[in-house]
T-cell receptor, first 113, second 112 residues
Framework: DGGITQSPKYLFRKEGQNVTLSCEQN?????MYWYRQDPGQGLRLIYY???????QKGDIAEGYSVSREKKESFPLTVTSAQKNPTAFYLC????????????FGSGTRLTVV | SQQGEEDPQALSIQEGENATMNCSYK?????LQWYRQNSGRGLVHLIL?????REKHSGRLRVTLDTSKKSSSLLITASRAADTASYFC????????????FGQGTRLTINP
């Protein structure tokens, strides 16, 4: 079955550590997205990529980095520069940018310990 | 900044009743989409309505779009306990970067 896989489901980070969240899709979608969701809140866009080897900052990119070396993969690194990283992170993809529904992964819950 | 704003923030109704949620947005759009999120899960795409459409149906879902008022509504008819979830609208700006901007969501509770 086609879909998006996010791993791990739960992740714990120590202060000052970088951590990488995985997002893999087998839908042959061109566009991929990372969103952050805080409790009781909507989604805020971190980064997005419309094509391989290209990505753009979203509304809250500071303290995060991404890469898009393969069409199927769009990993997100939460760096030590992100001062409040505890949140629910959602990865999504769409067939192409604009005009299509997104398919979401099941999310990664990141907690700073 | 949030493009879509849902209203109400929370809604609690009895099973079998209809649920209506509203969404307002600020700029011109290409399309507007509605998503459902069960607690602690990813979002599921429900329906997409384009800026030149006024109404769309999918099963028990009915979505309307009024571009003159920059608003949309999602109606769920004959609600079921399984409809309990958060519902989000998302907009794709016209001539803007092609990415969805989500509202804060409406938390819907269906009481048995």
């Amino acid at each position: 079955d086609g879909g998006i896989t996010q791993s791990p489901k739960y992740l714990f980070r120590k202060e000052g550590q970088n951590v990488t969240l995985s997002c893999e899709q087998n839908l042959n979608h061109d566009a991929m997205y990372w969103y952050r969701q805080d409790p009781g809140q909507g989604l805020r866009l971190i980064y997005y990529s419309q094509i391989v080897n290209d990505f753009q900052k979203g509304d809250i990119a500071e303290g995060y980095s991404v890469s898009r070396e393969k069409k199927e993969s769009f990993p997100l690194t939460v760096t030590s520069a992100q001062k409040n990283p505890t949140a629910f992170y959602l990865c999504a993809s769409s067939i192409s940018p604009g005009g299509y529904g997104y398919t979401f992964g099941s999310g990664t819950r990141l907690t700073v310990v | 900044s949030q493009q879509g704003e849902e209203d109400p923030q929370a809604l609690s109704i009895q099973e079998g009743e209809n649920a209506t949620m509203n969404c307002s947005y600020k700029t011109s759009i290409n399309n507007l989409q509605w998503y459902r999120q069960n607690s602690g899960r990813g979002l599921v795409h429900l329906i997409l309505i384009r800026s030149n459409e006024r109404e769309k149906h999918s099963g028990r879902l009915r979505v309307t779009l009024d571009t003159s008022k920059k608003s949309s509504s999602l109606l769920i008819t004959a609600s079921r306990a399984a409809d309990t979830a958060s519902y989000f609208c998302a907009t794709d700006k016209f001539q803007g970067a092609q990415k969805l901007v989500f509202g804060q969501g409406t938390r819907l509770t269906i009481n048995p």
